[in-house]
């Protein structure tokens, strides 16, 4: 879609990005989606949309729980590596979110782990919110799990330093136009790299009006994975439930 190579389309196809968060914990990916399916209630025939699905932790795991879930994401090594696990009900495709994938297809969407806001554009934030509302079906819900932004700027760490598999990583944080920005830069094997994760500051009016626009209606707004209600000051999450 964009001309422009865009920051996601590289970083996430890096070895380097899975790597640095080679670490990240499944046990907190798990508690959520127990908790969002105990809330959810989806049926066994219920059809769920990873949107953003990485290399697909949580479409696993949705899954090993029986349920028939497809995974899409923009990066290729993201979906390569996903693909090892298909089965007759987890499928993986690689596709551009802002993008339709299958109108009506879904009776649950859920883009999780702040995977949105990635775009240079507002108006792109707006497409690809339209493109997941169709993909739903009429009277299905889609999920969005974001960083409380206010919250995450208040406790930025402007700079660390992290080592992870012999690679020491300088990682730097800043707010620039709007945008929460992290550069990371490392060297492996002679050579220098540099790579940029830029996340728009979304809040949640940004959100209301992104809602109003795609004609989705919400349902329920929770502040963290224990699906606990949202406080602007103390929620480290805020996750919407909306109803198309």
Same mark, same amino acid.
């Given at each position: 879609?964009?001309?422009?190579?865009?920051?996601?389309?590289?970083w996430?196809?890096?070895?380097?990005?899975? *790597?640095?968060?080679?670490?990240?914990?499944?046990? %907190?990916a798990?508690?959520?989606m127990?908790?969002?399916?105990?809330?959810?209630?989806?049926?066994?025939?219920?059809?769920i949309? %990873?949107?953003?699905?990485?290399?697909?932790?949580?479409?696993?795991?949705l899954n090993?729980?029986?349920?028939d879930v &497809?995974g899409?994401?923009l990066s290729?090594q993201?979906i390569d590596y996903?693909?090892q696990y $298909?089965?007759?009900?987890?499928?993986?495709?690689?596709?551009?979110?802002? $993008?339709?994938?299958?109108?009506?297809?879904?009776?649950?969407?859920?883009?999780l782990?702040?995977s949105?806001g990635?775009?240079?554009?507002?108006?792109?934030?707006?497409v690809a919110?339209?493109?997941?509302a169709?993909?739903?079906?009429?009277?299905?819900?889609?999920? *969005?799990?974001f960083?409380?932004?206010?919250?995450?700027? $208040?406790?930025?760490v402007?700079?660390?330093?992290?080592?992870?598999?012999?690679?020491?990583?300088?990682?730097?944080?800043?707010?620039?136009?709007?945008?929460?920005?992290? &550069?990371i830069?490392f060297?492996?094997k002679?050579?220098?790299?540099?790579?940029?994760?830029?996340? =728009?500051?979304?809040r949640?009016?940004?959100?209301m009006?992104?809602? =109003?626009?795609?004609q989705?209606?919400?349902?329920?707004?929770?502040?963290?994975y224990?699906?606990?209600?949202?406080?602007?000051?103390?929620?480290e999450?805020?996750?919407f439930?909306?109803?198309?």
């Open positions: 879609m964009a001309q422009q190579e865009e920051w996601f389309s590289t996430f196809d890096s070895p380097y990005y899975h *790597i640095l968060y080679s670490n990240r914990d499944d046990r %907190d798990r508690l959520f127990d908790n969002l399916l105990a809330y959810l209630h989806p049926k066994p025939q219920h059809k949309l %990873d949107l953003a699905c990485g290399k697909g932790r949580h479409s696993r795991y090993q729980l029986g349920y &497809t899409i994401d290729e993201s996903a693909r $298909e089965n007759e009900h987890l499928h993986f495709d690689v596709h551009d979110m802002r $993008e339709v994938y299958k109108p009506e297809a879904f009776d649950f969407v859920l883009n782990f702040t949105f990635y775009f240079e554009s507002e108006t792109e934030n707006v919110l339209k493109a997941a169709i993909n739903l079906k009429h009277g299905g819900k889609l999920v *969005i799990d960083m409380n932004t206010d919250r995450t700027i $208040e406790r930025l402007s700079h660390e330093q992290k080592e992870v598999q012999g690679i020491v990583f300088d990682i730097s944080r800043k707010v620039e136009h709007d945008f929460i920005v992290k &550069t830069r060297e492996d002679g050579q220098t790299y540099c790579f940029e994760e830029r996340v =728009r500051a979304l949640q009016e940004n959100f009006e992104y809602f =109003r626009i795609a989705l209606r919400l349902v329920e707004v929770f502040g963290d224990k699906l606990q209600a949202f406080d602007p000051e103390k929620s999450r805020i996750i439930v909306l109803k198309k």
